[in-house]
């Protein structure tokens, strides 16, 4: 049943957000693929090199080449500027210099919309989501809206970074509600190279890992929600498609945005802004919309699972 909206591509510049090398590459590199193909601006910000992520490799050498693998696989699917955040992998902190760094980036790039990592506490059932992913998940949401309120991080403005209210939406990848879906068809070839990129990660998995076989059964299982061959499901926060012309898809709960507890992001002047009669409208929407991070009790268990497993040491 095709359950999910097609995501809206009205929109030039995009600005990725995630935790680690091989994040963006567990699926949503396809959609990227699209998108740099037919011309649209995409930027990659990671959070760490991914130093913790190979058992038998120290962090001295493992952060270096995971960032190199990362450039190379970002490459591959038309994105050339990959920046890092330089926090430590595997204890990354959700708090005001997180959100700050990431609301610089996206006063830096302009983006038109924000991608970033499932910031819930599982992948769905009892399926445990990493600290990084739900820090970094969570913080990047919160600095799409610090980003155009020039009232926090105040020291930015002195770096030159004006406040930017442009971004539209944020998709959110991994997650147990998706409400959208890019067609990626075509696109799964750039996917698995994207992913295959990360050599020394991969190895690091000491068994044999089918990149392609995983990727095409996750793209064909949103494909069939989306009504195409392959898709890459997102969960779309923070803006009110169906006002904007997209329709919202029958029988996806999750997928009614109208009602998002989330003002639009776009001509917001940040949690503060507006009128009081505004902000009590907001405060109502905030606690009679829909739930829309309810898990789903059919969810497929998402890929990255693969991150936690490990090469014994020699």
Known sequence: MADLGHLPEDWERALVVVAHPDDIEYGIAMAVARW????????????????????????????????????????????DVV??????????????????????????????????????????????????????????????????????????????????????????????????????????????????AHRAY????????????????????????LGCELAVALQVVGSDLERSGVPTPAGNPAASVSDSPWPLLRGTPGLGGGSRRRRRSWRRQATAGPRLFAPSPTATPPPWLHRATRRPRS
């Open 83 to 196: 920046e890092f955040l330089d926090h430590h992998d595997g204890v990354v902190e959700y708090g005001l210099p997180l959100r700050r760094e990431i609301a610089a980036a996206i006063r830096r790039h302009r983006p038109d919309v924000v991608l970033t990592i499932n910031h819930e506490l599982t992948f769905g059932g009892n399926m445990l989501n990493m600290a990084d992913h739900r820090h970094v998940g969570l913080a990047t949401l919160d600095a799409a809206r610090d980003a155009g309120n020039r009232w926090i991080f105040t020291d930015l403005l002195d770096d030159g970074l004006e406040p930017w209210n442009g971004v539209q939406w944020v998709g959110i990848s991994a997650t147990t509600s998706p409400t959208h879906g890019v067609d990626v068809t075509g696109y799964l070839d750039a996917g698995v190279a994207s992913l295959e």
């Open 202 to 225: 991969i190895e690091g998995f000491g068994q044999e890992f089918d990149a392609r076989g995983m990727l095409e059964g996750f793209a064909r299982e949103a494909g069939s929600r």
């Open 36 to 79: 740099t193909t037919a011309g649209k601006d995409v930027a990659y910000l990671l959070a760490t090199r991914g130093e913790a992520g190979i058992d038998g490799m120290d962090p001295s050498e493992a952060g270096p080449l995971r960032e190199v693998e990362e450039r190379e696989s970002a490459a591959v699917v038309g994105v």
